[in-house]
């Protein structure tokens, strides 16, 4: 069982930065495959980003290649996402995700909610 804690949620303006991370409980942390989704009001969850177990592998949405650096802290339990040059259309809740297998995972934390001012 992962239980997943999401922070750093907030507003910020077009062009801006924010960093989430994503605490993970569970001494298997470091086993999953971990990513980040959003889910934009009105619209279907999307995948944002992925890393592998070891941190070595990436693999980023094409809306968000070049502008968000997922990474991971293992020691820590711990996952982040780097989110530079913020646009209004990346306004969303922002989900991290363990066990990552495509579009699902196998677990979820609660979302925290990303607002981009234009």
């Known amino acids: 069982q992962v239980q997943l804690v999401e922070s750093g949620g907030g507003l910020v303006q077009a062009g801006g930065s924010l960093r989430l991370s994503c605490a993970a409980s569970?001494?298997?942390?470091?086993?999953?495959?971990m990513g980040w989704f959003r889910q934009a009001l009105g619209k279907e969850r999307e995948f944002v980003a992925r890393i592998s177990w070891s941190g070595g592998g990436t693999v980023y949405a094409d809306s968000v290649k070049g502008r968000f650096t997922i990474s991971r802290d293992n020691a820590k339990n711990t996952v982040y996402l780097q989110m530079n040059s913020l646009k209004p259309e990346d306004t969303a809740v922002y989900y991290c995700?363990?066990?990552?297998?495509?579009?699902?995972?196998?677990?979820w934390g609660q979302g925290t909610q990303v607002t981009v001012s234009a």
């Open positions: 569970g001494r298997t942390f470091s086993r999953y495959i």
């Open positions: 995700a363990a066990g990552v297998v495509g579009q699902s995972a196998a677990y």
